[in-house]
């Protein structure tokens, strides 16, 4: 079986490729294709990969976990007992790598995915073929996962938690590595945002390396992040001042012009890292034609910002 995970990440239209994967699912199933979205794997399937409080020993609740995805696992090649062709499975889940809340609480990207991919990776039996992965600028990132939070009844950042974000030291670079240390057999596909966040049927024809794939539902534009004016009447409602807000319209960008350059930079860095081949950790796709599918990005090979040695490739997720 061919088993592809899609993990997002947050904020990078994963919603949206979701909806079109769901709409989709009768042609999908034609190509020998199976989708577990969320709706899947956050009723129980995935129960006891991390350890929950009672009686039961970690390693008892583990192992039943291994056993349930694996009879899961077993349903869907039965299923494709009749189809020629090997049985393609996607996973998409982008709370499988962590969550914002969690982020924003460290002021770093998803600090745990090592361990948790680590986990996730056991648990499938190391089965993982390809894992897809979407990064987006640290600046449009970081303000959406804030706007999101604020909206929710979180309190507006103050000005040092900001420079906290924007300094930290932490960028997809570090992500990558820890995920690729997690899933060392699987091959990594790095899509960024701004190329394919209102393209899903391009970020699936890289996931699955052909072009045949539906364009129905493709253009829907699901759980956008809140404007201003939906910040203010959030946080009004929650009897709070919205003073700190900027008294403008359209997106609400908190982050200081400096701050923002910096986050630039160290976007730009990893960037450049992936184009240059990430050390064999990842493959960046910059292509949009269906007919390039396959093909990586032919960006000159460059070197910036930090060393690109090989010192911290291999560290333990």
Known sequence: MDITLHLGAHRCASTSFQFYLRQNANRLYQQGITVWGPSHTRKGLFSGVFPQPGHI?????????????????????????QQHGTPRLIITDENMIGTPRTNLRDMRLYPGIGERMARYGAVLGGRVTRVALSIRAQDAYWASCLAFSVARGASIPTPLALEHM?????SWRDVITDLACAMPGAEILVMPHEIYGAMPERKLAVMLSTGDVPRGHAREWLNRGPDLPELRRAVMRQGASPAALPPRDGPWRPFAPSQMAAMAETYADDLFWL?????????????????????????????RGRHDGKEDTRRLA
């Open 275 to 303: 184009r240059a081949g990430a050390e064999g950790l990842a493959t960046l796709t910059e292509e949009t034609d269906l007919a390039c599918v396959g093909q990586t990005s032919r960006g000159p090979i460059q070197t």
């Open 57 to 81: 020993p970690a390693a008892q609740q583990f192992a039943r976990a291994r056993g349930r995805v694996a009879l899961a696992l077993n349903k869907v090649l039965q299923d494709r007992v």
């Open 166 to 170: 924007a300094i930290s030291p932490r």
